[in-house]
């Protein structure tokens, strides 16, 4: 049983920062190829925030808004997935998750945030900016 936690979610007022932590089982990271965070809002399908290639480290973002505003990172010897995110906006606000895969890498960038190509996933963290 694989398990991701997240951690770091919480209430900010607009313009201010939040690191999301996501905490894999030991050795985890190692075997997932690809690492993402992903958000969803009530009523909406959840969609890909930023994702990273664990081999190599090379990142993707859902935008240029986001690219801006938000960095993923990975500590590979803790087994760790991070999400600093900056200048936070009311549309961020949001059910944060982490989410693994570890069936091969995907087959183009932008299936590193296709929410489908993930097996394992944590149980969120929420994140409300007003």
């Known amino acids: 049983h694989v398990q991701l936690v997240e951690s770091g979610g919480g209430s900010v007022q607009a313009g201010g920062s939040l690191r999301l932590s996501c905490a894999a089982a030991?050795?985890?990271?190692?075997?997932?190829?690809?690492m993402g965070w992903f958000r969803q809002v009530p009523g909406r399908e959840r969609e890909g925030v930023a994702a990273?290639?664990?081999?190599?480290?090379?990142?993707?973002y859902a935008d240029d808004s986001v690219q801006d505003r938000f960095r993923v990172s990975q500590d590979k010897a803790e087994n760790m997935l991070y999400l600093q995110m900056n200048r936070l906006a009311p549309e961020d606000t949001a059910i944060y998750y982490c989410?693994?895969?570890?069936?091969?890498?995907?087959?183009?960038?932008?299936?590193?945030?296709?929410?489908?190509?993930?097996?394992?996933w944590g149980q969120g963290t929420q994140v409300t900016v007003s």
């Open positions: 030991s050795g985890y990271t190692n075997s997932a190829y690809c």
């Open positions: 989410a693994a895969r570890i069936r091969g890498p995907v087959s183009t960038l932008e299936a590193l945030l296709d929410v489908s190509q993930y097996q394992y």
């Open positions: 990273v290639y664990t081999s190599g480290g090379v990142a993707y």
